[in-house]
């Protein structure tokens, strides 16, 4: 792994909401019953990322299985009318899961969609027979409690072949595909989608009143959502902000930003599968988890320049671009930068489904 660039993380403020990022390891129940130790586990699955920090999973403890639900009711019927980027969300949180059970000794029985029909239950996840941990799973498991989706400006420094190389491979193992955009005029092509994606969506007064609706002000007790400070907004500009969205289109000026962030960006990356189908939405969020964990672990930030994806019409020529066949689901930047806070996090308590 690369040598630390970053310094120790400094939290300008210890809100109460950002209290599920502090867990005390050595409370694990290791002599507890597999109840209690999915419990615990848990707390590190709902640190995992999502679209406009939604997070859209519940989970019920069942013995010794943890089932996933998509929380529909926090879906975002303009950005994401299909719910795909929620099951992306839904399976970021299923990967921390089974990161955090390998850790803790076990091996893990997933399995996808396992009832037919039932578009809610999104995976099962058993906890197996004790297995220790492999020195790249602990790699990735310490990333947990590093990883942030950091919106902040990217130094110069390339990524590393070698590291290149092992993101690529950590989206194969979980049945995606990576694709580093390396060459000038794809790179190019690529940043003028996202800068016409800005131009569309915030042209949709629907689009801005669901971003406004996600962003809260920078000191408030939301568990969820964007707190302005991650769009890197003063505690003043935090309160005016989402008045502003609401009613000024600012896409012409997001549009020049982005396309600049992604032209110039050390690393841009699209991450994309084979159908494009709920099964290949939750296998690349797994994936997306298991890159930005490894990303992290070298400490490489990303942060995410989707728009293009999230315009249908726009959508399909990401793959064109790439000379691919695949559905492109994420594109990310990648790079070296400075420290960010946390986003905040509701507890497990608050997702957890009630046994029946």
């Known amino acids: 792994m690369c040598p630390r660039r970053d310094g120790p993380v400094v ?23 597999p109840g209690e130790k999915l419990r615990f586990m848990l707390r590190y699955a709902v640190l995992a990322p999502s679209n406009h920090n939604t997070q859209p999973w519940l989970f019920r403890v069942r013995g010794n299985q943890v089932e996933l639900y998509a ?17 992306i969300s839904c399976g970021c949180a299923l990967f921390h899961l089974r990161l955090a059970m390998w850790h803790f000794g076990h091996l893990d029985r997933t399995v996808l969609l396992p009832v037919p029909g039932d578009n809610n239950l999104l ?14 799973q602990e790699d990735l498991f310490r990333a947990i409690l590093l990883r942030r989706t950091n919106r902040q400006l990217f130094r ?17 193992r979980e049945e995606a595909t990576l694709h580093f955009v390396n060459d000038r005029e794809q790179r190019n092509a690529i940043a003028d989608l996202i800068a016409e994606g800005d131009r569309q969506q915030w042209a949709n007064r629907r689009f801005r009143l669901e971003l406004a609706d996600w962003l809260h002000p920078n000191d408030g007790e939301a568990r969820d959502g964007i707190p302005s400070s991650a769009q890197n ?17 600012l896409g012409e000026g997001q549009a020049a930003k982005d396309r600049d962030i ?7 990356v699209v991450l994309s599968t084979r159908t494009d189908e709920p099964w290949a939405w939750i296998a690349a969020g797994q994936a997306l988890a298991r890159v930005l964990l490894r990303a992290r672990a070298d400490e490489v930030w990303a942060s995410y320049l989707n728009q293009p994806i999230e315009v249908p019409a726009l959508r399909p020529r990401v793959a064109e671009i790439l000379g691919t066949t695949d559905h492109a689901q994420i ?26």
Not at 15 to 31: F, G, L, V
Not at 71 to 87: F, H, I, M
Not at 334 to 356: A, I, S
């Open 262 to 268: 992604a032209a110039y960006s050390p690393g841009l």
């Open 233 to 249: 907004s003063g505690d003043l500009l935090s309160v005016a902000g989402p008045i502003v969205i609401r009613t000024f289109d």
């Open 11 to 33: 939290l300008m403020k210890t809100n109460s909401n950002r209290s599920a990022w502090e867990i005390p390891e050595q409370e694990y129940p290791r002599r507890g019953t």
């Open 331 to 356: 594109i990310l930047r990648l790079g070296y930068g400075p420290n960010v806070n946390p986003t905040p996090r509701r507890t497990v308590e608050e997702v957890l489904v009630p046994t029946v």
């Open 156 to 172: 110069e420094d390339l990524l590393p072949p070698e590291l290149k190389h092992e993101l690529v491979k950590a989206a194969t």
């Open 71 to 87: 929380d529909r009711a926090r879906s975002l019927s303009v950005t994401d009318p299909n719910d795909r980027q929620l099951l």
């Open 123 to 136: 995976a099962r996840v058993s906890l197996g027979e004790e297995d220790p941990p492999t020195p790249q």
